[in-house]
């Protein structure tokens, strides 16, 4: 090699100092959150690794960087290799005098929509008033438990179509205001945040990918987790109080009943951690755990390949460590912990999955086929064809939401 190290990097020579780009530290209990807002990466590290990237950071130069870290802990770093590291996480600006390439960075929605707009998202007004207003509405449920709308509030009209079309109106509006209130409050914080369709085992949903968050406060961070629940809270108990007001048996108000029913529906499904919902976020922060998803299944593939051996006679071979082993323990124990969630709530969605969802599409789309067949009104076949299009457009899109996903998640671990 000439001028330049491995991954085309130029040389490291004693000498050298490097230019990081604009990079955010804080402390997370025993290490240190270190990340770069613009790309959406962070990294933690120990004591070192942050008191290296302060002095890096300060244009000292990477000898000088490890004679200090030497007095200071009385341990030898590898700071060239450190450096290195910095460069692969796109930490990095320059080496020397060398501009290091830059990738483009992630995309975000609503990008004209800066920090200083919603800053109000984060003031510690916002939440109070949201439990007042949620207290508000449990006190008139105690007093009038009737207001509660149960199924049938959905069917507010005669008319199915009617029906299913403002139900399926109603429900993307909210869950695309669930998603904007986790972007709005993600952006006050600095995050740029963007939304996109994924899938959760067999649900598609909206999420939005608010990656830097970390680097944020934790109240910010707990805030933009639950911002979207707060949210349907709030709606929820505002549409309570209305329905609490004269008026009842009107077309508004079996409207507004169905609507509550709408707001309420997602929120148990927020429970249901082993999909990576908001709580699941919140849980994580909680526990400190840096991966709890990823974690937790690394552990429960390694139980499983474990009783497999274990049932096989003659095996000389175990199933390995224990991934969870590695890690502190007020991780290793959450981890534990959640492995057993996320295998049981796994193996029961996919049983209902398998038992009930499949079986009832699978009727309902035969049924509409049939429906469009001859020997059948206009009646028969518009209802046949809303289904095809309602159902089976659902199912495509989850399907290839799935697919893009995945192929995106291939090409950035090609990359």
């Known amino acids: 090699m000439t001028g330049t190290a491995a991954h085309g990097l130029p040389r490291i020579e004693p000498s050298t100092r490097v230019l990081l780009h604009d990079l955010a530290v804080r402390r997370d209990r025993a290490e240190w959150i270190v990340g770069r807002m613009a790309t959406r990466t962070f990294v933690a590290v120990p004591e070192a690794g942050a008191r290296a990237v302060r002095?890096?950071?300060?244009?000292?130069?990477?000898?000088?960087?490890?004679?200090?870290?030497?007095?200071?802990?009385?341990?030898?770093?590898?700071?060239?290799?450190?450096?290195?590291?910095?460069?692969?996480?796109?930490?990095?600006?320059?080496i020397g005098d060398r501009a290091i390439p830059d990738g483009e960075p992630p995309r975000a929605s609503l990008p004209r929509l800066r920090p200083h707009h919603v800053r109000f998202a984060l003031h510690p007004a916002l939440p109070a008033a949201a439990g007042a207003l949620l207290a508000a509405a449990v006190v008139v449920l105690v007093r009038r438990p009737g207001l509660l709308p149960g199924y049938r509030a959905l069917l507010w009209s005669p008319h199915g179509s009617l029906v299913l079309l403002t139900g399926a109106a109603a429900g993307w509006v909210l869950l695309l205001a669930h998603e904007l209130a986790h972007l709005i409050t993600a952006r006050a914080a600095g995050v740029p945040g963007r939304m996109r369709l994924g899938t959760r085992l067999q649900f598609l949903v909206m999420q939005t990918d608010i990656s830097g968050i970390e680097l944020a406060p934790r109240r910010h961070r707990l805030t933009a987790y639950l911002a979207g629940v707060a949210l349907n809270l709030s709606v929820a108990s505002s549409?309570?109080?209305?329905?609490?007001?004269?008026?009842?048996?009107?077309?508004?108000?079996?409207?507004?009943?169905?609507?509550?029913?709408?707001?309420?529906m997602p929120l148990p499904f927020q429970l249901m951690v082993f999909t990576r919902t908001?709580?699941?976020?919140?849980?994580?922060?909680?526990?400190?755990?840096?991966?709890?998803?990823?974690?937790?299944?690394?552990?429960?593939?390694?139980?499983?390949?474990?009783?497999?051996?274990?049932?096989?006679?003659?095996?000389?071979?175990?199933?390995?460590?224990?991934?969870?082993?590695?890690?502190?323990?007020?991780?290793?124990?959450?981890?534990?912990?959640?492995?057993?969630?996320?295998?049981v709530g796994t193996a029961a969605c996919l049983t209902f999955m398998a038992a009930v969802t499949l079986p009832a599409d699978a009727t309902l789309l035969v049924r509409a086929v049939r429906g469009l067949g001859p020997g059948h009104g206009l009646p028969r076949r518009a209802d046949a064809a809303a289904v095809l299009i309602t159902l089976g457009g659902v199912n495509i899109l989850w399907a290839v939401t799935r697919w893009r996903n995945r192929r995106s998640r291939r090409t950035a671990g090609a990359a």
Not at 290 to 295: C, E, K, M, N, P
Not at 297 to 305: D, K, Q, T, Y
């Open 239 to 264: 549409l309570v109080l209305i329905l609490s007001l004269p008026g009842t048996g009107t077309t508004a108000h079996r409207m507004l009943s169905a609507a509550l029913l709408l707001t309420l």
């Open 55 to 94: 002095l890096l950071g300060r244009g000292t130069s990477v000898v000088r960087t490890a004679a200090i870290l030497h007095d200071e802990t009385g341990e030898d770093f590898d700071i060239p290799e450190f450096v290195r590291d910095l460069a692969a996480l796109g930490f990095v600006a320059r």
């Open 278 to 343: 908001d709580l699941y976020f919140v849980l994580q922060d909680l526990t400190g755990c840096r991966d709890l998803y990823g974690d937790g299944l690394a552990h429960a593939r390694h139980v499983c390949r474990r009783a497999v051996f274990r049932l096989l006679p003659g095996r000389s071979v175990g199933a390995g460590d224990d991934p969870s082993a590695r890690l502190p323990p007020h991780e290793r124990r959450a981890v534990r912990l959640y492995s057993v969630v996320l295998v």
